[in-house]
Nanobody
Framework: QAQLVESGGGLVQAGGSLRLSCAAS????????MGWYRQAPGKQRELVAT???????TYADSVKGRFTISRNNAKNTVYLQMNSLKPEDTAVYYC?????????WGQGTQVTVSS
């Protein structure tokens, strides 16, 4: 069974950048789609970006042109480069990985963007 471990969150000023990483450990599983979701206080969890094992990507309209998702299949790691951050990007960001049988979620990493 895999565990997803996120890193890279923190506090940044508006207009700044952060890079999130998520590594799957404890398993030799390979994953189909991997991605990032986020949940702001008082709001539902929403999709930010996904990437298939063939590197097809999807993005939420709110982050297109600012965020870039990538992955390293050999390391079962997915990344999210976030540029031009806005206060409305403040949320807990969760890593997601679709296995052949089970889906996996990370515990979340806080991203706070100050104005």
């Amino acid at each position: 069974q895999a565990q997803l471990v996120e890193s890279g969150g923190g506090l940044v000023q508006a207009g700044g950048s952060l890079r999130l990483s998520c590594a799957a450990s404890g398993s030799s599983l390979s994953f189909n789609t991997m991605g990032w979701y986020r949940q702001a206080p008082g709001k539902q969890r929403e999709l930010v970006a996904t990437i298939t094992n063939g590197s097809t990507t999807t993005y939420a309209d709110s982050v297109k042109g600012r965020f870039t998702i990538s992955r390293n299949n050999a390391k079962n790691t997915v990344y999210l480069q976030m540029n031009s951050l806005k206060p409305e990007d403040t949320a807990v960001y969760y890593c997601y990985a679709q296995g052949k049988v089970l889906d996996y979620w990370g515990q979340g990493t806080q991203v706070t963007v100050s104005s």
